[in-house]
Structure formats: C-alpha cells, structure tokens
C-alpha cells in the first residue's frame, strides 16, 4: 500500500504540564469537579488505566512498537486533554500551552518520519489564542487540540473569529476533542460520563459552530471532530428541519447538514454500521482512521475495526490514509 496508515487520534502526556500546575490556585477546584462528572467508580478505574499506559504515553520508542503492531505507519499526537486546563489564569495558560506545544514537538521530533503533533491554545483566554497557536505552528506541530467549550464560553463566541482567522489563514488543523460534560452528575455513574457526555459535546460544539455560522465566515478551517462527531453527524435531519422550521434556528446560510463537507471527522465511532452511516453523510474523503490511542476507549485494531465496516476498497483506502495524506501535506 503506497499510502502510509495515518492515526489523526492518538495522545501523550507531558509531565511537564503537571509539574507547572501543581499547587496552583484553582488546580483542587478543578479536579473536585472532575470527580463530581466522573464519580467515584470511575476515579477508581481512571488512575490505573493511565498507569498502565504510561509508557505508550511518554516513551517513542514503545509508541512506535505499539503503532507497528498496530500496522500503523503514522500518528497525529495530540496532548492528553486532562492537559488543558482551562480553570488555569492568563500567566499560568500561557506557561501550559508553550509547554505543551515544544514538549510534544520534542516527543514527535525523535521519529519525524512517523509522529506529527498537535498543541494547545488556552480557549478561556481568547485574547491569547492566536499567540498560542502560532508558537505551536513554530515548533513544527501542525495546529493545536481544543475542547467543546471553555468555562463560560462556547466555541460559537465571536471573541474566537481570530483564532478561526488565524487557523484558516496559516492551514492550521484543529481537533476537537472534548474534555468533561457539563450534564455534571448526572452521569456520575456506569462511566456515561464519557459514554454519552463525550458524543453530546461534540454534538453541541459542532452545532455551536455550524448555527452561529462561525464555518459560514471561515469556509476553509481544517477541524477534525474526534469520536466521528458525536451524535451530530448521523441525527442531523432534525436539526436540517428546525432550521427550515423555526426562524430562530437560521443563524446558519444553509442547512446544517450541508456543513458537514467542510469537517473532518475521526472513525472512532465503534459499530461498522455507524461508520458506514458516517461516511455517507459526511462523505468518504471526510472520515479519517482514529483510535484514541492508548486510552482504553479506543481501539488497539484501528485497521481492523475499519476493515469490518466492508467499505468500498476506495473508500477504505481514503479513511485509512489517504485523506489524512492530504491533510497533512504541506504546500
């Protein structure tokens, strides 16, 4: 196969950023309501999980083990989003994503053939944002991670067209990855919250992003949508009907379905059936392979879980890597 296998939705963690915001003001705040979304049977399971994968997380020479045992060729590594720490003020934000941006440039740069990165922007610190994403784009990484949200903010805010501008302008790629829901405890329990709060914020952003027509005046942002979009791209017909509808659900020139040609989504959706629907809706050069790595709620077969959606050999191909090729090609 000529073209590489490419993962867009693989992690590392940076101990760096951990030591940077230990004993901060707002660093116990913030993980009480960790604990409250989580709850207490999944803070049990969490810490050992990590434990265990530390060294895929941290060490090249074992991710690149892993990846070959994978029949991965190439990774687009991102920072844990346990990483982001939006509780964290201006001064300490910048000293988290300039961190984050050169320890993952550091980490990709011992195999540059195989790993590409992405950084971090502080999103609770809008005026912030384009510096951020510039110093990512200086270390060679090629655009930066963001949330669902930040505290008080959503990603329809117009105080982030900047950043959009700036990403557009400079061909940064954008991938968003939530981090926590804000349905709190009421998915305390049976680990929902990750099970149904990940795919309702990724439904929420993308929907905040499409009816306030932030991609209406930014046609050309390269964002990625991790865990294939959330609910949003296979239940978008009734957000399609509000929008001929109801008057108040027309921030958008077209209808919301229409945007999905201007998004990329990760194929990490874990039923065939659901990447099939996913590739027609959004298109076969719109699905990338992704697997969450190594986190347990993604996939150790990427390839594999790919190959059982029986896909057309063309479009099998596109998702396993060709459009990622493209992607990440520079001009």
């Given at each position: 196969?000529?073209?590489?296998?490419?993962?867009?939705?693989?992690?590392?963690?940076?101990?760096?950023?951990?030591?940077?915001?230990?004993?901060?003001?707002?660093?116990a705040?913030?993980?009480?309501?960790?604990?409250?979304?989580?709850?207490?049977?999944?803070?049990?399971?969490?810490?050992?999980?990590?434990?265990?994968?530390?060294?895929?997380?941290?060490?090249v020479?074992?991710?690149?083990?892993?990846?070959?045992?994978?029949?991965?060729?190439?990774q687009?590594?991102?920072?844990?989003?346990?990483h982001?720490?939006?509780?964290?003020?201006?001064?300490?934000?910048?000293?988290?994503?300039?961190?984050?941006?050169?320890?993952?440039?550091?980490?990709?740069?011992?195999?540059?053939?195989?790993?590409?990165?992405?950084?971090?922007?502080?999103?609770q610190?809008?005026?912030l944002?384009?510096?951020?994403?510039?110093?990512?784009?200086?270390?060679?990484?090629?655009?930066?991670?963001?949330?669902?949200?930040?505290?008080?903010?959503?990603?329809?805010?117009?105080?982030?067209?900047?950043?959009?501008?700036?990403?557009?302008?400079?061909?940064?790629?954008?991938?968003?990855?939530?981090?926590?829901?804000?349905?709190?405890?009421r998915?305390?329990?049976?680990?929902?919250?990750?099970?149904?709060?990940?795919?309702?914020?990724?439904?929420?952003?993308?929907?905040?992003?499409?009816?306030?027509g932030?991609?209406?005046?930014?046609p050309?942002?390269?964002?990625?949508?991790?865990?294939?979009?959330?609910?949003?791209?296979?239940?978008?017909?009734?957000?399609?009907?509000?929008?001929?509808?109801?008057?108040?659900?027309?921030?958008?020139?077209?209808?919301?379905?229409?945007?999905?040609?201007?998004?990329?989504?990760?194929?990490?959706?874990?039923?065939?059936?659901?990447?099939?629907?996913?590739?027609?809706?959004?298109?076969?050069?719109?699905?990338?392979?992704?697997?969450?790595?190594?986190?347990?709620?993604?996939?150790?077969?990427?390839?594999?879980?790919?190959?059982?959606?029986?896909?057309?050999?063309?479009?099998?191909?596109?998702?396993?890597?060709?459009?990622?090729?493209?992607l990440?090609?520079k001009?």
């Amino acid at each position: 196969m000529a073209t590489p296998t490419i993962d867009v939705h693989a992690h590392l963690l940076l101990p760096e950023v951990e030591e940077a915001v230990a004993g901060a003001a707002g660093l116990a705040e913030a993980r009480d309501l960790d604990a409250r979304r989580n709850g207490p049977a999944a803070l049990a399971v969490n810490g050992p999980m990590v434990g265990a994968r530390v060294p895929k997380l941290t060490d090249v020479a074992v991710r690149l083990a892993a990846m070959d045992a994978q029949g991965v060729d190439v990774q687009l590594v991102s920072p844990s989003p346990s990483h982001y720490h939006y509780w964290a003020g201006p001064h300490l934000a910048e000293r988290v994503c300039r961190l984050a941006n050169e320890g993952t440039a550091a980490h990709c740069a011992k195999a540059p053939d195989r790993l590409h990165g992405l950084g971090l922007v502080p999103l609770q610190h809008p005026d912030l944002a384009v510096e951020a994403l510039d110093h990512a784009l200086e270390q060679g990484l090629r655009g930066v991670e963001i949330s669902s949200h930040a505290p008080g903010r959503e990603l329809s805010d117009p105080a982030y067209d900047p950043l959009w501008s700036r990403a557009e302008e400079t061909g940064a790629l954008l991938l968003l990855h939530p981090f926590g829901c804000t349905l709190d405890e009421r998915l305390d329990r049976w680990y929902l919250s990750n099970t149904v709060g990940q795919p309702t914020e990724n439904a929420v952003a993308l929907s905040h992003l499409i009816f306030s027509g932030v991609l209406d005046r930014h046609p050309d942002l390269k964002l990625i949508a991790a865990h294939g979009g959330g609910y949003l791209p296979t239940h978008l017909g009734r957000s399609d009907h509000a929008w001929r509808a109801r008057p108040d659900a027309r921030g958008c020139a077209r209808e919301p379905s229409s945007y999905l040609g201007q998004l990329y989504f990760d194929s990490l959706v874990h039923e065939p059936h659901v990447l099939r629907e996913l590739i027609r809706v959004a298109g076969a050069d719109r699905v990338l392979l992704g697997s969450d790595f190594p986190f347990d709620m993604g996939t150790e077969d990427p390839v594999g879980a790919l190959r059982s959606a029986r896909l057309a050999d063309a479009d099998f191909h596109a998702v396993r890597g060709g459009n990622a090729a493209a992607l990440l090609r520079k001009d």
